[in-house]
């Protein structure tokens, strides 16, 4: 009897001694999978593939010209159709520098006349504006060069403060406009058009555009006295 119970404790200590090898083998490879498979659902991409955007065009009853249009993969693999960051970006653009919505053959001599040097430009519209709301936030140390170019006069440690003068000598250009309207392509059509994005949310401070190293901050005018100003100067400065 004694024999007997001697072999059935070796043969649960055996199994136990398995189990534990199989779980410690196992853990990593499971963690690998799981990991990849992470990866894998957050994962997008961005690609031109003009045959599958033909395809979904059709499907949305969109007529814009293919070239402006890029297919975008989400984490679940569903592919939607986006107007490119870049295109955008340039329509918006001679929007700013026509302070009006501009037309089909201006895009191309306006984007000439963007701004070279990095930095804050601010639009010729907005450059009062801007520095009022400067003001308002008890900043004065900073003043805007003819060619529309923000500079700081004197150190502050104010934090708002600190991240303009980043902003002023970080290796991107910030373009400002204060309007609180932007411009774009249509989703379907393709054509011009004006976005009011602040007539449609006033609580919207930022409509965004980017190319490169180029960022457009579209920034509400607060005509309806929604937002704060230390609010709409604590978003500028987030970018």
Do not use: H
């Not at 007997?4 to 200590?13: A, D, E, P, Q, S």
């Not at 055996?14 to 499971?30: D, H, L």
């Not at 918006?92 to 053959?105: F, M, Q, R, T």
């Not at 801007?130 to 805007?144: C, D, E, T």
């Amino acid at each position: 009897m004694r024999k007997r119970y001697c072999v059935i404790i070796t043969l649960i200590v055996i199994s136990i001694i398995a189990t534990t090898i199989f779980i410690i083998t196992r853990k990593p490879k499971q963690e690998e999978v799981n990991n990849e498979n992470i990866t894998q659902s957050s994962k997008s991409s961005n690609y031109d593939n003009t045959e599958e955007i033909e395809t979904i065009k059709n499907e949305l009853n969109a007529t814009a010209n293919t070239d402006i249009y890029q297919v975008e993969e989400e984490p679940g693999g569903r592919k939607i159709l986006q107007v490119k960051p870049e295109v955008q970006f340039e329509v918006d653009l001679a929007g700013i520098i026509k302070n009006a919505k501009p037309e089909e053959k201006e895009l191309q001599p306006f984007s000439e006349k963007v701004p070279k040097a990095n930095g804050v430009w601010i639009s010729n519209q907005s450059r009062n504006n801007f520095l009022q709301l400067l003001n308002k936030n008890g900043i004065k140390n900073f003043s805007i060069t003819e060619e529309g170019y923000l500079q700081s006069n004197e150190a502050d440690n104010n934090v708002i403060v600190r991240n303009l003068q980043n902003m002023i000598n970080s290796n991107k250009l910030y373009i400002i406009n204060m309007t609180g309207i932007a411009y774009e392509r249509d989703y379907i059509s393709g054509e011009i058009v004006e976005y009011p994005f602040e007539d449609m949310d006033p609580f919207q401070i930022i409509e965004p555009y980017q190319k490169g190293d180029k960022i457009i901050l579209e920034v509400t005018s607060n005509k309806k006295q929604k937002l704060s100003d230390k609010e709409i100067l604590e978003t500028i400065v987030q970018y």
